[in-house]
C-alpha cells in the first residue's frame, strides 16, 4: 500500500511497505543500513569489473549498480534482495558495444527494460516454478564457482587482464611477496567474517572485516591493490541522456535479439535469486512483480547512461547474512553507492581489494550447496546428473543457457519415465466383454506403448478401456485412443470407454468409432476449464 500526501498529491512509500512487514526500530534500521553499507563496498569493485567486461567506462557500471539497485529495492519482489550490473549480463554486452558502440547499448538496456515489463504484466515470472530443484542446486553451485573465478582476477597485476569477450581473462599474477600478503589480508578477513558474530552481532561481520583489514592496511603503509588501482570511481550523478542511435528499423533490428537475450538472462538470474532468498528468510517474494521491477529499472537506466543489471546472488547473500531484510538495506546499499561516486571516492578507493575478495570468498562458502555433494548418490541418477550438468555450463557459459538445458533434461527424463509406466490390468467379464484398466497417464510419450497394449485381432466382440487409474493428458492421447477404436472397428468390434472427462467424450464420439457407455459411466466432476483455455484437451478423474 501506499501512503498519500494531501498537501503535494504525490504518493510514497509507506515504512511498513519499506520495511517489508517488520517493525523499523531504532536496532533495526540501524541493522539495515550497517548491511547496506556492506553491500555498497562490495558492489564497487564488481561493478567496476563487469563494466571492464562489456568494455564500457566503469562509471556506466557503477551508475547501473545504483539505479538498477535502488528502483529494485522499492519495488522489487523480494526486501532484501540486492541488484546491479552484472557478469552474466556483461559477457553479452561485450559484443555489441564492440561493434556498434555503447549508445547502442544504452538503447538496448531501454528495451530489454521493455520487454522484462511485458513479461511481468503477462505472469510469466510465475513459470519459474518449472525449474526442478536440481537445477536450483546446480544454478547456485555453478554461480558460486562463478563467483569465486571471478575474485582471482584481484590477484593479478591490475590493467594486466582483459576482457575476451566472455570474461576477464590474462594478466600477470601479482609478484610472490605481494600476492602472499594479499593471500593473508584475505584469510583475516575471512577469519573476522567467521568469529565476528560468536563476539558481537552489533555490526555486520563482513562490514568489521573490511574495516579492520582496510585500517590495518593504512596504518601500516602495507602495498597491495585497491580499490583505486581498478579504475578511479569518482564522477558526478547520473545524468538523463536519450540514446543517440538511428530510431529506424534497421536499429531495431540490431538491438532486438540482444535485448531479448538480456531480458531473458536478467529474469531468470533475478527470480531464481528470488527463490533462494525466500529460502533463507522464509518468506516469499512475487516472481512477476520482480519482473516489472526489473524491467522499470532497466528502463531507466537506460535513459542514464547505466548498462543495466539484475539481481546479484552474491550481494544478495551478503545482505541476507548481514541482517538486511526489508527494503531499507537495498536503498541504503544504493545510496551509499551514489555517495561513493559522488563524495567519497577517495576514501573508497583506499580500501584494499583483499578485504572485498575476502568477503566474496564467504559468500562462495556460503552460497555452494556442499549438501549436494553428499546427496549425489542418494538422489536418482538423473536428478544428479542435472546438478552436476548445470553447475558446468553455468561456468562453461552463462547461466540462462544452463538453466534452459538442465529444465530440459528434466522434462526429457520425467517424461520418458513417464511414458515407461503406461500398462494395463486385463479381465473379462461374466458377458465375454474383455476390460482393460489402463494405469499411468496418456501422453505424447506414452501414446505408442498405449496402442500396443492392445489386440484387436484376438480380443473378444466387445473391449472396454477404463480410464480410472489413468489420465488423458494431451492430443496425442486422444488421437492414440482414436487409432486404437479404429483398428477394433476395422476387425468388426466395438469399443467402450470408461471414466473419461465430458470433453474427451465429445471429441471421440464425433470421430465415429466409439460407443461411449453412459450408463456405466458415471460422471464426475471434472475440471476441465484449465484443459479449454489452454486448447489441450485433458482429462482423468
Known sequence: MTDITPQSGLSRFS????????????????????????????????????????????????????????????????????????????????????????EYLFATVVLMGALQIIAGIMRWGRFIRLVPHPVMLGFVNGLAIVIFLAQLTQFKVPGSVVSDGHGMTGGEWLPFDQLALMLGLVAVTMAIIHFMPRLTKAIPAPLAGIGIVAGAVLVLGLDVPNVGDMASIEGGLPMFHIPMVPLTW??????LPYAVILAAIGLIESLLTLNLVGDITGKRGGASQECIAQGVANTVTGFFGGMGG??????????VKSGGRTRVAGVAAALFLLAFIVVGAPIIEQIPL????????????????????RILRRVPLTDAFVIVLVTVV????????????????????????????IHARV??????????????PLFFGSS??????????SDPSLVIIDFAESRVVDQSALQAIEAVAAKY????????????????HQLLTKAGHLMIDSEDDPEYGLAVDYSVRTGILAGGH
Request: aromatic share 6%.
Open 394 to 421: 553455468t561456468v562453461m557459459t552463462d547461466l540462462a543457457i544452463a538453466v534452459v538445458v538442465g529444465v530440459i533434461v528434466s522434462a526429457l527424463a520425467y517424461a520418458w519415465n513417464n511414458a515407461t509406466r
Open 427 to 440: 479381465h473379462e467379464t461374466p458377458e465375454g466383454a474383455k476390460v482393460y484398466t489402463v494405469q499411468g
Open 310 to 319: 539484475c539481481a546479484m546472488i552474491g550481494q544478495s547473500m551478503i545482505n
Open 448 to 457: 505408442d506403448g498405449f496402442v500396443e497394449l492392445f489386440a484387436p485381432q
Open 489 to 504: 472397428e476395422v476387425a468388426g468390434k466395438k469399443v467402450q470407454l470408461r471414466h473419461l472427462s465430458r470433453d474427451c
Open 15 to 102: 515504512l511498513s511497505e519499506l520495511a517489508g512487514g517488520e517493525a523499523l526500530t531504532p536496532a533495526r534500521m540501524r541493522i539495515e543500513l550497517l548491511s547496506g553499507l556492506t553491500v555498497a563496498l562490495a558492489l564497487v569493485p564488481e561493478a567496476v569489473a563487469f563494466a571492464f567486461v562489456a568494455s564500457v567506462h566503469p562509471l556506466v557500471g557503477l551508475y547501473a549498480a545504483f539505479i538498477v539497485g535502488l528502483i529494485t529495492a522499492l519495488i522489487g519482489g523480494r526486501p532484501g534482495m540486492i541488484s546491479g550490473a552484472t557478469g552474466a549480463l556483461a559477457v553479452v554486452m561485450v559484443a555489441l558495444v564492440a561493434q556498434h558502440g555503447v
Open 250 to 255: 534497421e536499429t531495431f533490428e540490431i538491438i
Open 354 to 373: 583483499a578485504a572485498l575478495v575476502g568477503v566474496m570468498f564467504m559468500v562462495v562458502i556460503g552460497t555452494f550447496a556442499w549438501n549436494s555433494l
